[in-house]
C-alpha cells in the first residue's frame, strides 16, 4: 500500500496523499491550465519534478546552491511591533531579504497622497539607515475614484443596469485622475531618496486598472530613465471591466502573464511580477503545477527581470494569513527550479 | 539570495536600474566584486568582500567595527563599485556639497 505523505490544500489544511494522488493532481494541474490559458503543457521531465518536490516528506525545500534567485518584498513588516523603520531595518538585518519596501497601512496610491510628506520623511530617516534598497508600494486602486469614495460614477453600478457608455466613460475618467495620483506620489518618493517604486495588484480592477498602472510606468521611465519601477499584477487574467482599452494598440481585455509582462516591459518596468490565483479546493501540488504552466511562456519570452508573485492565495501558496512554510517553500523552489526566474 | 548577509541586495540594484535577467545581472555584479557568480551567494566570502569594498552588510558588532561603512555610508560605495545611481546617494551628496560650496 502506498505511503501518505503529508501536503497542503489551497486553503492551508494538511492533506495526506499518495504519490500517485500527487502525481496525478500535477498532471490535472497542468491540464487546467492549457484548457484556461491555452498554453503549451509541461514537458513530463518538469511534472517529474514537480512530484518529486511535493512528494517529499520534508519539513522544507529548497533550490540548489548557486540558483538562489531575488526576493523582492512588497510592504515588509506587520507595523505592530516598533516603528516602520523597524520594520524595514528587521527585514534587512535579520529576515535578509534583497528589497524592502516602506508601505502606508492604506496601501493605495489615493490615500497616500494625502499623507505624502509623512510618507516623504519617513522614507528619508530609512534611506539614511538600510543599506539594501528600499522602494515605496502602493496599489493604483481604481475603485477607489468611484462614488461614493470618488468623484466618478460608479461603473459596477453602471454595467448591471445596462449603462455601457457610461460605465466606460467613468473608467476612463478614473484612470486620468489615477495616473496623476501614481505619477505625482513616486516623484514625491523618488525626491526623498526611494530606490524604487511598486505599482501592487495592477488590474485588480480590471483593464482600466492596468492600463492606468501601465501609464504611469511610461511617464515614470520617461522622467526617471535608472529607476526601479515594478508592477506586481493583482491576477493571472486582466477583467474586461471596459472591454476596448488599449495600450500601444493591443487590447488590455483578457490578456494572460506573457502579453501582461510584454506591455509591461514596453511601458518600461523594470521588474514584472505575475500572479496566479490558488483555488483553495485544490491542492498546493495542483495550484503549483497550474501556475507554473501559465506563466512558463511569460518567463520564457521575458525581456525585463520577473518576480513571480509566489506568496499568501498565489503562485501556488495557500491562501491563509498563516503560511505554513512547507507549502511556501514547495511552490517556491519549484516555480524558480522550473521558470528560470530572475525573483520571487 | 540573503540580502546584505551576502550579495542579493546588490544583484537586486542592479536588476533595478539595468534591468539585467538575473545570470547576466549575477554576472555583472560578481566581475565587479572579483568573485565568482556561485559566490554571490555565500555569506562566509561576501563577508570579507564587502568589508574589503565598504558595501556594509549585516551591522551587528560581531562582524562590523566603527571603521567599516554601513547604511548610507555604504550605499556610496555600492554605487561606485557597482556604478548604479542611488537616489539617497545623490540627494545626500548634493546637500553636502551645496554646505562645501557655501563654507
Known amino acids: ?344 | 539570495m540573503g540580502g546584505v548577509r551576502t550579495a542579493g541586495d546588490l544583484v537586486a540594484r542592479v536588476q533595478m536600474t539595468k534591468r539585467l535577467r538575473l545570470p547576466e545581472a549575477k554576472r555583472y555584479v560578481a566581475e565587479r566584486l572579483g568573485c565568482d557568480p556561485f559566490e554571490l551567494s555565500d555569506p562566509v566570502k561576501m563577508l570579507d568582500i564587502r568589508r574589503d569594498l565598504g558595501l556594509g552588510g549585516l551591522s551587528h558588532q560581531d562582524v562590523t567595527t566603527v571603521e567599516d561603512a554601513v547604511a548610507l555610508g555604504a550605499k556610496f560605495g555600492i554605487a561606485e563599485v557597482l556604478d548604479v545611481p542611488i537616489p539617497s546617494v545623490e540627494q545626500f551628496a548634493r546637500l553636502v556639497g551645496d554646505r562645501l560650496r557655501r563654507d
Not at chain 1, 492533506?15 to 503549451?40: C, Q, Y
Open chain 1, 1 to 344: 500500500m502506498e505511503q501518505r505523505i503529508p501536503t497542503r490544500m489551497g486553503d492551508g489544511s494538511c492533506a495526506f496523499m499518495t504519490r500517485s494522488e500527487i502525481r496525478a493532481d500535477v498532471v490535472a494541474g497542468v491540464e487546467a491550465a492549457v484548457k484556461r490559458a491555452k498554453v503549451a503543457p509541461l514537458a513530463d521531465a518538469e511534472i517529474d519534478h514537480l512530484v518529486h518536490i511535493f512528494a517529499s516528506p520534508a519539513r522544507f525545500s529548497a533550490v540548489d546552491l548557486g540558483d538562489e534567485v531575488i526576493l523582492s518584498s512588497d510592504g515588509v513588516g506587520s507595523q505592530e511591533v516598533g516603528s516602520r523603520i523597524d520594520d524595514l531595518r528587521f527585514y534587512e538585518q535579520v529576515v535578509c531579504t534583497d528589497t524592502v519596501e516602506l508601505y502606508h497601512m492604506d496601501y493605495s496610491y489615493k490615500p497616500v497622497k494625502g499623507v505624502l510628506p509623512f510618507e516623504q520623511a519617513t522614507m528619508r530617516q530609512a534611506q539614511l539607515l538600510l543599506t539594501l534598497p528600499c522602494q515605496y508600494g502602493a496599489m493604483p486602486d481604481l475603485g477607489l475614484y468611484t462614488q461614493p469614495d470618488g468623484p466618478v460614477p460608479n461603473w459596477s453600478a453602471l454595467l448591471p443596469e445596462g449603462r455601457i457608455d457610461e460605465a466606460r466613460e467613468a473608467q476612463r475618467e478614473a484612470v486620468e485622475l489615477a495616473v496623476e495620483d501614481i505619477v505625482h506620489v513616486a516623484e514625491s518618493m523618488h525626491a526623498a531618496g526611494a530606490d524604487g517604486i511598486n505599482l501592487d495588484t495592477a488590474g485588480a480592477a480590471g483593464d482600466a486598472d492596468f492600463l492606468a498602472s501601465l501609464l504611469a510606468v511610461e511617464r515614470l521611465r520617461a522622467r526617471f530613465p535608472h529607476w526601479g519601477i515594478q508592477i506586481g499584477m493583482a491576477s493571472e487574467f486582466v477583467l474586461g471591466m471596459h472591454g476596448e482599452l488599449e495600450f500601444h494598440g493591443t487590447r488590455l481585455a483578457g490578456l494572460w502573464p506573457e502579453a501582461q509582462m510584454r506591455l509591461a516591459a514596453e511601458a518600461g518596468v523594470s521588474v514584472f511580477g505575475p500572479a496566479i490565483n490558488v483555488n483553495t479546493g485544490k491542492s498546493v501540488a495542483w495550484n503549483t503545477a497550474r501556475a507554473v504552466t501559465i506563466v512558463k511562456p511569460c518567463a520564457d519570452a521575458a525581456t525585463v527581470p520577473v518576480h513571480m508573485n509566489v506568496g499568501m492565495g498565489v503562485g501556488g501558496v495557500p491562501m491563509h494569513p498563516v503560511t505554513p512554510v512547507d507549502a511556501v517553500s514547495r511552490a517556491s523552489r519549484a516555480c524558480v527550479d522550473l521558470l528560470r526566474l530572475d525573483g520571487l
